[in-house]
C-alpha cells in the first residue's frame, strides 16, 4: 500500500534545501547514524532533486547518496513533490502524496509499471485494451478519473515526455489523449515512486491538473542485484519471463553511477468466444474460418527491453548530474474478424445479400453472386464457391483467395529514450541554483498483418503484411532555477523563495506508410476499401511534423509563520507559441492542531495545452457502430472534411482545483483523508462519430481528398465539455509487533465521481456523457498486510473494486433498445498473496498469486453475438483472471 510515513529509505527523492551546503560525500559515508539523519533532512538529492523542467526551483549541490549496502533504518521516507521547501515525510505534508517503496511496488505479479500503480494507488486505474488501435500498445490510465494527459510524470523530478500515440479508442474517457509511457522503465531502477494527487500546474506547468506521478531512480555506487521472474495465468497462457541486472559504480570518490537493465517477454492470452457470424460461415461450409475467428485478450510482447543510467558527481561547489533511459519492444495484438459472407469493402457492399466483385479489364460480364439466401441465411459455400469458379478471367472476388475470411493482426515497434543533464551549485551562503537540459523522444512504427488493401484486388504484399507508418512525440527543455531562504521578523522560519524559467519545444511526427498501406488500388472506384484495412497507412498528404514552443517562468513563496501554521504560495506564467498565454496559481496551508492533529488544504488553478499532436493528426481506424465493421476518419481541426462539420481551433483546458484535509499521526498509527473538487472547463476530446453523405463524399473526391471514398464517418478534436470530479482519499496505516515479527496494516480508498456540467449535444452524445460519468467504479480501495520476521516476509493483499459500467465496443448508444451494448458490471474483491524470504548471503525468493481466486468479471451477454469477447473487456481489474509467479533474485 502507498506509504504514509512509515516506510524508510536510505536516500531522498528531489529533497531540497535551503540552508548551508551539505558535508562533502567522503566525510558523509563515515559518519554517524545521527549526522546522516541530520544530513538526510535538509540536504538536497544530487541526482535529479531538482524540480520538473516545467517547474524550476532552486537547489543547492548535494553529496552523493551513501552506498546501497549502508541501509539507513530510522528514516522516514521524505518527499518534496507539490513543495519548494525542505523535504517533508507524507505526515508533514501540506498535500496529500502517497509514497510506494522499491520492495512495495516490485513485490507484486505485475511486470508493467502501470499494472504495479493499479493495485496500489486507489485512485489510478487502467485496463487491458484488448483491442483498440494503438491505445492497445500503449495503454490510457487515469487518475482521479481524468484522462491520462491530465496528470503529469516526472523522473527525478523532471519533466518526462508524452508517447507518441494518441488514444483514439478509449472507451470515452480517454479518447483523444496523449500521455506518457509509463511502461519503459525498469521497477529494479525505482528507489520510489511520488503520487501528489493535487493540482499543481502553478508550480509544473501543463497537465498537472489531476496529479503528478514522480519515478525516483536509485542511487548506488557499488553493490547491485540480478533477479529472474516467472510466472502465467490460471489459464496456462500470458507465460512472462523477465530478467533484471543493476550495479552500481563508484564515479569518481564522490560520485556514483547506477545502471538498470531489463529484459522481458510475455505470451498473448486469449478469453475469447467464437462470434456467432464466424459460426454461421462453418456452418455453411466456409473453409478457414479462424476458431476463435478473433482473440480478446492482452497482446503479445517480444524483447521488451528497458535500460536505465542514473550518474552524479559531487565537487566542492558545483555538482553535475546524468540521468536517462531507453526502451525498445514488439507488440503484437489482436483486430475485428473479417466475415466473409458480410465484411463491407472486402466481401460485400450491400449488407452481406451479394458478393462484391470487380471488373479487373473493364471487359465486364461479371454477374452478381448472392451470398444469402431469402430468410437472410448464408448459402452453403458449395453453392458459392461454384458460382466464384465459374466467373470470367476479370473477374475478382476475395473469396477466392481468403474463403474464410480473415483476422488482422495490429501491432507495432516501440522505442523510447530520454537523456537529462544539468549542473547546480550555489552563489556564496544564500543563493542556490541548477540549470539542466532535457530530452525526451517516444517513437512507433506500427504493423498490420493478415490484412489486405482491398483495392488492389489479387496483387497484395507478401505474406499480407503492411507498415503504415508511425509517430514520433520529440520534447527539449533548458530551465534555470534560483532560490534562497530569507531571514525575516514574521516568520519562525526563514522564508523559502524560488523562482525560475524555463524553454521547451515539442514536436509531433507522422511518418508516412509504405506504398501497399495508403494505395488507392484500381478496384477503388467499384466499391473495394482503400489502404490496409483495419489501419490505413499515413498517405504522403497526412504525413509531416508539427513543432510548438513555450516559455515559463514561475515564483514560489513558502512561510512557516508559526510552528502550527505553514503558508506557501506559487504562480506561474506561460506563453505558447500557438494559441498564447496562460497565468496559474496555488495557495497551499497546514495548520498543526496539535502534535497529533493537523489540517491542509489547497486552491489552485491548472490548464492542459493542446498537444501539436490533437491539433494535427490524421488517421483512419476501423470501429464496431451501429451492429458494423466501419472506417472512421480522425481529422484535424484545419481539415476541409472537419471544417464541414463544424470544427474550430483547439484552445487550452482550464481547471480550478480545491482540496481540505486532516492529518492525525500518534505513535504508529497515522491516519490521513483529503477530499477535493476539481473543475475543469473546455476538455479537449473526439468528437462524434459525423456520417458523410454520399453528396458529402462526392464532393471531398473532386476537390482532391480521395481517402473520402471509402469513408463512413469523420471525428475531429474539440473542446466539448466541461466536467466536475469529486471525491474523498483515505489512507491509514499502524505499525505493530503481531504474530512474533513487525506487522504493518495499511488501508488506502478512494471514492470518486465526475459529473459533466455542460456539453454540446451535436458534438459528443449521451452515451458519451453517460461513459465519462460511469465507467470507473466510484469506490475503489485496498487492505494490505505487511508481516517481517528475521529472512521471512508475507504480503497479503485485499483489493475492492466497485461496480462499473461497460458500452461494449463503444456502441454510441446507452440502452439496448437504442441499439446499444451495455454491461453493469458488479462490484469484486481482489486478492493477492506474496511470500519470500531474504538470506544473509544476498540471495531472496519470492512466490505469490496475483487475484489468487481467480476472479473475473460476469460472462460478456454480448460474446458470441457480436464479436466474441468472454468477457467485458474494459474490467477496471482485467478479465484474464488468476496469475501465478516467482521471483529469484541476488544482492551483492
Known amino acids: 500500500m502507498p506509504s504514509e510515513g512509515h516506510l524508510f529509505h536510505h536516500t531522498l527523492?528531489?529533497?531540497?534545501?535551503?540552508?548551508?551546503?551539505?558535508?562533502?560525500?567522503?566525510?558523509?559515508?563515515?559518519?554517524?547514524?545521527?549526522?546522516?539523519?541530520?544530513?538526510?533532512?535538509?540536504?538536497?538529492?544530487?541526482?535529479?532533486?531538482?524540480?520538473?523542467?516545467?517547474?524550476?526551483?532552486?537547489?543547492?549541490?548535494?553529496?552523493?547518496?551513501?552506498?546501497?549496502?549502508?541501509?539507513?533504518?530510522?528514516?522516514?521516507?521524505?518527499?518534496?513533490?507539490?513543495?519548494?521547501?525542505?523535504?517533508?515525510?507524507?505526515?508533514?505534508?501540506?498535500?496529500?502524496?502517497?509514497?510506494?517503496?522499491?520492495?512495495?511496488?516490485?513485490?507484486?505479479?505485475?511486470?508493467?509499471?502501470?499494472?504495479?500503480?493499479?493495485?496500489?494507488?486507489?485512485?489510478?486505474?487502467?485496463?487491458?485494451?484488448?483491442?483498440?488501435?494503438?491505445?492497445?500498445?500503449?495503454?490510457?490510465?487515469?487518475?482521479?478519473?481524468?484522462?491520462?494527459?491530465?496528470?503529469?510524470?516526472?523522473?527525478?523530478?523532471?519533466?518526462?515526455?508524452?508517447s507518441a500515440v494518441i488514444t483514439f479508442l478509449g472507451h470515452g474517457l480517454s479518447d483523444g489523449s496523449q500521455g506518457p509511457d509509463l511502461s519503459v522503465f525498469p521497477s529494479l531502477a525505482l528507489e520510489q515512486v511520488e503520487v501528489l494527487r493535487d493540482g499543481a500546474a502553478a508550480q509544473y506547468g501543463s497537465d498537472a491538473i489531476a496529479g503528478v506521478v514522480n519515478f525516483g531512480l536509485k542511487k548506488i555506487s557499488e553493490g547491485g542485484a540480478f533477479e529472474a521472474f516467472a510466472g502465467q495465468y490460471y489459464e496456462g497462457d500470458g507465460f512472462t519471463t523477465q530478467y533484471s541486472a543493476q550495479i552500481g559504480l563508484p564515479l569518481t570518490?564522490?560520485?556514483?553511477?547506477?545502471?538498470?537493465?531489463?529484459?522481458?517477454?510475455?505470451?498473448?492470452?486469449?478469453?475469447?468466444?467464437?462470434?456467432?457470424?464466424?459460426?454461421?460461415?462453418?456452418?455453411?461450409?466456409?473453409?478457414?474460418?479462424?476458431?476463435?475467428?478473433?482473440?480478446?485478450?492482452?497482446?503479445?510482447?517480444?524483447?521488451?527491453?528497458?535500460?536505465v543510467a542514473n550518474l552524479g558527481i559531487t565537487g566542492d561547489s558545483v555538482d553535475v548530474y546524468l540521468f536517462g533511459n531507453y526502451a525498445q519492444r514488439e507488440v503484437d495484438g489482436g483486430f475485428y474478424f473479417r466475415d466473409p459472407t458480410a465484411?463491407?469493402?472486402?466481401?460485400?457492399?450491400?449488407?452481406?445479400?451479394?458478393?462484391?466483385?470487380?471488373?479487373?479489364?473493364?471487359?465486364?460480364?461479371?454477374?452478381?453472386?448472392?451470398?444469402?439466401?431469402?430468410?437472410?441465411?448464408?448459402?452453403?459455400?458449395?453453392?458459392?464457391?461454384?458460382?466464384?469458379?465459374?466467373?470470367?478471367?476479370?473477374?475478382?472476388?476475395?473469396?477466392?483467395?481468403?474463403?474464410?475470411?480473415?483476422?488482422?493482426?495490429?501491432?507495432?515497434?516501440?522505442?523510447?529514450?530520454?537523456?537529462?543533464?544539468?549542473?547546480?551549485?550555489?552563489?556564496g551562503n544564500a543563493w542556490h541554483w541548477d540549470a539542466s537540459v532535457t530530452y525526451g523522444r517516444n517513437d512507433i512504427d506500427f504493423v498490420i498483418y493478415n490484412t489486405v488493401n482491398a483495392s488492389l484486388g489479387a496483387a497484395q504484399p507478401a505474406g499480407l503484411r503492411f507498415s503504415p507508418g508511425g509517430n514520433t512525440q520529440t520534447e527539449k527543455g533548458v530551465n534555470f532555477d534560483v532560490g534562497r531562504d530569507i531571514e525575516t521578523s514574521f516568520t519562525a522560519d526563514p522564508l523559502r523563495l524560488s523562482a525560475g524559467a524555463e524553454w521547451r519545444e515539442e514536436s509531433f511526427e507522422v511518418k508516412q506508410g509504405d506504398g501497399p498501406s495508403t494505395a488507392i488500388g484500381p478496384l477503388t472506384q467499384q466499391g473495394f476499401?482503400?489502404?490496409?484495412?483495419?489501419?490505413?497507412?499515413?498517405?504522403?498528404?497526412?504525413?509531416?511534423?508539427?513543432?510548438?514552443?513555450?516559455?515559463?517562468?514561475?515564483?514560489?513563496?513558502?512561510?512557516?509563520?508559526?510552528?502550527?501554521?505553514?503558508?506557501?504560495?506559487?504562480?506561474?506564467?506561460?506563453?505558447?507559441?500557438d494559441f498564447g498565454s496562460t497565468t496559474n496559481g496555488k495557495l497551499t496551508g497546514r495548520f498543526d492542531i496539535s502534535d497529533a492533529f493537523a489540517l491542509r488544504g489547497a486552491i489552485n488553478t491548472g490548464f492542459r495545452a493542446p498537444t501539436p499532436g490533437q491539433a494535427n493528426i490524421s488517421q483512419i481506424t476501423t470501429a464496431f457502430e451501429g451492429n458494423a465493421l466501419i472506417d472512421i476518419a480522425t481529422l484535424p481541426p484545419t481539415n476541409p472534411i472537419a471544417q464541414?462539420?463544424?470544427?474550430?481551433?483547439?484552445?487550452?483546458?482550464?481547471?480550478?482545483?480545491?482540496?481540505?484535509?486532516?492529518?492525525?499521526?500518534?505513535?504508529?498509527?497515522?491516519?490521513?483523508?483529503d477530499g477535493y473538487r476539481i473543475e475543469v472547463e473546455d476538455r479537449i476530446a473526439l468528437s462524434t462519430s459525423f456520417e458523410l453523405t454520399d453528396a458529402e463524399r462526392a464532393a471531398l473526391v473532386a476537390s482532391g481528398n480521395p481517402e473520402a471514398a471509402s469513408l463512413n464517418s469523420v471525428t475531429y478534436f474539440g473542446n466539448a465539455f466541461d466536467t466536475t470530479t469529486t471525491g474523498v482519499d483515505l489512507v491509514a496505516s499502524v505499525e505493530t509487533d503481531h504474530f512474533g515479527g513487525t506487522t504493518?496494516?495499511?488501508?488506502?480508498?478512494?471514492?470518486?465521481?465526475?459529473?459533466?456540467?455542460?456539453?454540446?449535444?451535436?458534438?459528443i452524445n449521451e452515451a458519451r456523457v453517460y461513459k465519462i460519468e460511469e465507467s470507473l467504479p466510484k469506490t475503489k480501495g485496498y487492505l494490505s498486510i505487511n508481516?517481517?520476521?528475521?529472512?521471512?516476509?508475507?504480503?497479503?493483499?485485499?483489493?475492492?473494486?466497485?461496480?462499473?459500467?461497460?458500452?461494449?465496443?463503444?456502441?454510441?448508444?446507452?440502452?439496448?433498445?437504442?441499439?446499444?451494448?451495455?454491461?453493469?458490471?458488479?462490484?469484486?474483491?481482489?486478492?493477492?498473496?506474496?511470500?519470500?524470504?531474504k538470506f544473509a548471503s544476498g540471495l531472496y525468493v519470492n512466490v505469490g498469486a496475483q487475484n489468487l481466486f481467480d476472479e473475473t468479471p460476469d460472462d460478456n451477454p454480448w460474446g458470441a453475438s457480436v464479436a466474441g469477447a468472454a468477457y467485458p473487456v474494459h474490467s477496471p481489474y482485467g478479465f484474464n483472471g488468476g496469475f501465478y509467479y516467482a521471483r529469484v533474485g541476488w544482492k551483492f
Request: aromatic share 8%; proline share 6%; glycine share 10%.
Open 343 to 427: 465484411r463491407s469493402g472486402v466481401y460485400s457492399n450491400d449488407g452481406g445479400d451479394t458478393l462484391l466483385i470487380g471488373d479487373t479489364t473493364g471487359a465486364g460480364g461479371c454477374p452478381t453472386i448472392a451470398l444469402r439466401d431469402g430468410a437472410g441465411n448464408p448459402i452453403p459455400y458449395s453453392t458459392v464457391s461454384a458460382a466464384v469458379a465459374a466467373l470470367p478471367s476479370n473477374c475478382f472476388t476475395f473469396l477466392s483467395t481468403l474463403p474464410g475470411g480473415f483476422t488482422p493482426r495490429f501491432g507495432g515497434s516501440l522505442e523510447d529514450i530520454s537523456v537529462v543533464g544539468g549542473v547546480k551549485g550555489t552563489w
Open 787 to 837: 508481516h517481517q520476521r528475521e529472512v521471512f516476509h508475507a504480503n497479503l493483499r485485499l483489493g475492492y473494486y466497485g461496480s462499473w459500467y461497460e458500452d461494449h465496443l463503444d456502441s454510441g448508444a446507452i440502452t439496448v433498445e437504442e441499439g446499444g451494448l451495455p454491461i453493469y458490471g458488479d462490484s469484486r474483491v481482489i486478492v493477492d498473496a506474496e511470500v519470500g524470504w
Open 644 to 673: 464541414l462539420k463544424g470544427s474550430r481551433a483547439l484552445t487550452p483546458e482550464e481547471s480550478k482545483s480545491a482540496s481540505l484535509g486532516l492529518v492525525w499521526s500518534s505513535g504508529d498509527w497515522l491516519v490521513t483523508v
Open 529 to 577: 476499401a482503400l489502404g490496409s484495412n483495419g489501419f490505413n497507412g499515413f498517405n504522403p498528404r497526412t504525413a509531416g511534423e508539427w513543432d510548438r514552443r513555450n516559455w515559463a517562468v514561475y515564483l514560489d513563496l513558502e512561510a512557516q509563520f508559526t510552528e502550527q501554521f505553514l503558508l506557501a504560495a506559487a504562480v506561474r506564467r506561460e506563453d505558447f507559441d
Open 744 to 763: 504493518t496494516y495499511s488501508l488506502a480508498a478512494n471514492w470518486n465521481k465526475t459529473k459533466v456540467d455542460r456539453y454540446d449535444p451535436n458534438f
Open 13 to 162: 527523492l528531489g529533497a531540497r534545501h535551503m540552508g548551508k551546503r551539505a558535508e562533502p560525500y567522503a566525510r558523509m559515508t563515515r559518519a554517524p547514524l545521527a549526522s546522516a539523519v541530520k544530513w538526510a533532512l535538509a540536504a538536497a538529492t544530487l541526482m535529479g532533486s531538482s524540480t520538473a523542467a516545467a517547474q524550476s526551483t532552486g537547489t543547492p549541490p548535494e553529496p552523493t547518496p551513501a552506498p546501497a549496502t549502508t541501509e539507513a533504518t530510522t528514516l522516514d521516507t521524505v518527499s518534496v513533490l507539490g513543495s519548494r521547501g525542505q523535504p517533508r515525510t507524507v505526515s508533514s505534508s501540506a498535500v496529500p502524496i502517497d509514497i510506494i517503496g522499491a520492495e512495495e511496488f516490485r513485490n507484486q505479479g505485475a511486470t508493467d509499471a502501470l499494472d504495479q500503480l493499479r493495485v496500489l494507488v486507489p485512485s489510478f486505474n487502467v485496463s487491458t485494451i484488448p483491442i483498440d488501435d494503438a491505445a492497445s500498445l500503449i495503454r490510457p490510465a487515469n487518475l482521479r478519473g481524468l484522462p491520462p494527459d491530465n496528470t503529469l510524470v516526472l523522473v527525478n523530478g523532471k519533466r518526462f515526455h508524452r
Open 253 to 307: 570518490a564522490r560520485g556514483y553511477a547506477t545502471l538498470t537493465a531489463e529484459w522481458r517477454q510475455a505470451d498473448d492470452t486469449s478469453r475469447s468466444v467464437q462470434r456467432n457470424d464466424a459460426a454461421a460461415a462453418i456452418a455453411a461450409g466456409y473453409p478457414g474460418v479462424p476458431v476463435p475467428a478473433q482473440i480478446w485478450g492482452s497482446p503479445k510482447v517480444d524483447d521488451d527491453l528497458k535500460f
